[in-house]
């Protein structure tokens, strides 16, 4: 992983983060639509964050 460039895209992964927390913030059946709604958008900060396809990984693959 490139460091330099984790440290450019910090601020848009923070922000997408806090977007999550904000979007999960409900509460009973109402938080679990939330955080299913949430997961693909989760994956797709994580894969921007690292800079690479995670799902597409074997390791990653493996795990889930």
Same mark, same amino acid.
């Given at each position: +992983? !490139?460091?330099?460039? =984790?440290? =450019?895209? %910090?601020? +848009?992964? *923070?922000?997408? @983060?806090?977007? @999550? @927390?904000?979007?999960?913030? $409900? /509460?009973?059946?109402?938080?679990? $639509? &939330?955080?299913? &709604?949430? %997961?693909?958008?989760? @994956? &797709?900060l994580?894969? =921007? /964050?690292?800079?690479?396809d995670? %799902? !597409?990984?074997? &390791? *990653?693959?493996? %795990?889930?």
């Amino acid at each position: +992983m !490139n460091w330099t460039t =984790f440290l =450019f895209k %910090l601020p +848009m992964v *923070i922000g997408g @983060i806090v977007g @999550i @927390i904000d979007k999960v913030r $409900a /509460s009973g059946a109402d938080k679990k $639509a &939330a955080v299913l &709604a949430v %997961l693909p958008e989760s @994956i &797709a900060l994580a894969e =921007f /964050s690292v800079g690479r396809d995670l %799902l !597409n990984d074997p &390791a *990653i693959a493996q %795990l889930l």
